[in-house]
T-cell receptor, first 110, second 114 residues
Framework: SQQGEEDPQALSIQEGENATMNCSYKTSINNLQWYRQNSGRGLVHLILIRSNEREKHSGRLRVTLDTSKKSSSLLITASRAADTASYFCATASNDYKLSFGAGTTVTVRA | DAGVTQSPTHLIKTRGQQVTLRCSPISGHKSVSWYQQVLGQGPQFIFQYYEKEERGRGNFPDRFSARQFPNYSSELNVNALLLGDSALYLC?????????????FGPGTRLLVL
């Protein structure tokens, strides 16, 4: 079973717009990570936010974490065609595995 | 620096056959994890190995097995293949495999079972 659930399942935006996707999870976590996957290939790590952090930035990415609501959001600002991909949140608890959601597919239109 | 490498990139097998997938971690990383990603879903954890010992196992049948070698590379074996084993198999490495670390993924091996 999947720990995280992303919302929406799919997102289509115009180049230059912002894209926001959300992730909800069920159990307590050590950290939450966001990954990008292009065309069914390998996962690229985007950002890791620890359970005691509330917000983190990396370039055009902004991630928030609300442990009381067991939710996280990923914001991509000023989107580009190259941002077209599937985005996954993954939670890490005190065991050794990452638990992934089903992902959000983002399409950036030129 | 080279990232995580996996071989082969694609593989076609028939039901009942056996398959071996290979993974080489990033230099200096001692932990390797395997994930299965069925089309349209997120990756599911199969195994983690650290220092040649199995540290964790996901909810997969005994047909799935793995091992890690002294150079920290790893093999995933799947016996008696079923159609449902068709998936992208991802390998990830990290320095010690703890939950606080980022895991770095390889490009995956796409397995098709006919």
């Amino acid at each position: 079973s999947q720990q995280g659930e992303e919302d929406p399942q799919a997102l289509s935006i115009q180049e230059g717009e912002n894209a926001t996707m959300n992730c909800s999870y069920k159990t307590s976590i050590n950290n939450l990570q966001w990954y990008r996957q292009n065309s069914g290939r390998g996962l690229v790590h985007l950002i890791l936010i620890r359970s005691n952090e509330r917000e983190k930035h990396s370039g055009r990415l902004r991630v928030t974490l609300d442990t009381s609501k067991k939710s996280s959001s990923l914001l991509i600002t000023a989107s580009r065609a190259a941002d077209t991909a599937s985005y996954f949140c993954a939670t890490a608890s005190n065991d050794y595995k990452l638990s992934f959601g089903a992902g959000t597919t983002v399409t950036v239109r030129a | 620096d080279a990232g995580v490498t996996q071989s082969p990139t694609h593989l076609i097998k028939t039901r009942g056959q056996q398959v071996t997938l290979r993974c080489s971690p990033i230099s200096g990383h001692k932990s390797v994890s395997w994930y299965q990603q069925v089309l349209g879903q997120g990756p599911q954890f199969i195994f983690q190995y650290y220092e040649k010992e199995e540290r964790g196992r996901g909810n997969f049948p005994d047909r799935f097995s793995a091992r890690q070698f002294p150079n920290y590379s790893s093999e995933l074996n799947v016996n008696a293949l079923l159609l449902g084993d068709s998936a992208l198999y991802l390998c990830a490495s990290s320095p010690s495999g703890t939950s606080v670390e980022t895991q770095y993924f390889g490009p995956g091996t796409r397995l098709l079972v006919l």
